[in-house]
């Protein structure tokens, strides 16, 4: 693996190598390929084949650095141990069990009434299986974690017209930067491979610049107004 590019140094900062993560989970690399293999748990987030890296989300990307190997998040060691204590069910059922209860729970306490709980989750895991939330969420280790990026995401694509919009009514500047930042602390960076489509950009980097310059133009233009 290249070592200073910038994917690379995204790499090791966020995720870990399949045999780094048998080392934290303190499984064979054999029992983490028959676990991911089987559906029991969540896919890595990157495949990469040498100049060339795969998502579930954005699909394959040729990268500028040569690097192979399957990356996952630190936090899949959670769904990998709920997979191998299983004894009374099959691992995929028994990490599907905790997943859904989880992501229940917290759809709940957010606000999904019982009705639209059911919908969402048949929205969200798919993505929890096939790496998605991996590669996108800050804390996709618990329910709790997923479902708070998902709802703010939900929240400022409905308010900003999915970032168009740089003054929503009925909500104040000061606020709407508040929910970008919260927004931004429950999603991930994305590495320099898929970050110019990521949501990360589009709904935190590019918005916030949105709001504060359509702020700045308003009292540019009222300065100039009073003048007059």
């Known amino acids: 693996m290249s070592e200073n590019g910038p994917i690379c140094r995204y790499l090791k900062q966020y995720f870990v190598d399949k045999a780094a993560l048998a080392t934290l989970a303190g499984l064979s690399i054999d029992v983490i390929d ?28 040729e990268i500028e650095e040569r690097i192979c190997g399957e990356f996952f998040r630190r936090g899949d060691v959670r769904w990998l141990r709920i997979a191998v204590s299983a004894r009374h069910e099959n691992p995929r059922d028994a990490v599907q069990r905790q997943v859904t209860e989880e992501l229940c729970s917290a759809l709940r306490l957010s606000g999904v009434s019982a009705a639209d709980v059911s919908s969402k989750l048949h929205t969200y895991l798919p993505h929890f299986w096939d790496g998605t939330f991996s590669l996108s969420v800050a804390e996709p280790e618990t329910g709790a974690g997923i479902v708070a990026k998902k709802r ?27 929910l970008i930042e919260s927004y931004r602390s429950v999603t991930m960076p994305f590495s320099p491979a898929e970050y110019e489509l990521s949501s990360r950009k589009r709904l935190v980097d590019d918005y916030r610049q949105t709001v504060i310059a359509h702020h700045d133009s308003d009292r540019e233009s009222f300065a100039r107004t009073s003048v007059k």
């Open 34 to 61: 028959q676990l991911v293999s089987g559906g029991a748990v969540p896919r890595p987030a990157y495949v990469c084949d040498g100049w060339t890296m795969h998502t579930a989300a954005f699909g394959r990307t």
């Open 152 to 178: 703010l995401q939900e929240q400022i694509v409905r308010l900003s017209q999915d970032g168009r919009d740089p003054a929503p009514s009925g909500i104040a500047r000061s606020l709407l930067l508040e």
